[in-house]
């Protein structure tokens, strides 16, 4: 299950289940099965946040083995990224690097987008949300074509993200955010 209500099932305490089912997964050969054990229970561990370097060593194991797990690679740079790690955005980096694969879903580059928007990595952001699709014509997610623009914005290209801000004005005219970096833009600054 994605949420529990309780901290124990069946007398033992949940992370603890689920760290375990996570160590589990590592034997699997299957790259699907490690990416979606490890997602999960690492979620659960990141409840609890006394857990969270433990959530760290167990993505570390799960890369270790399977090195290209894209989901693991994602989630493994934010929370790094939000214990403060200094490498936490070197594998994520790479992975931009790597030739475009058709295994690693468009959500997940939309997720790894606002990874790296989180650490201010704008030109990094722009290229995920890229490869997410957020670029498209056809994309409609205001909260990503927001994010989407605030990285164009910082990385210099307030034009195209004034853009992109019009366009999600158009979809969601009642998203205050939105309107707001849309008139910050048209105002002449690049802080939206």
Known sequence: RDTFDDDALFGEWIADQVARVARLSLESDDLGDVDSAVFFCVKHLLRHGARSTEAVSLMDAALRRHPRAATVRVFRALTAHELGQPNAFDDLSAMLREPQESHVPQWLWQVAGEVFLRGQRWVDAVTAFRRGGVDASTF???????????????????????????????????????????????????EA
């Open 140 to 190: 409609d997610d205001i909260q990503w074509l927001n994010q989407y623009a605030v990285s164009l914005a910082r990385s210099g290209a307030s034009d195209a993200a004034r853009s992109v801000l019009e366009r999600a004005v158009f979809l969601g005219p009642d998203e205050a955010i939105v309107r707001h970096n849309l008139d910050v833009l048209r105002g002449g600054l690049d």
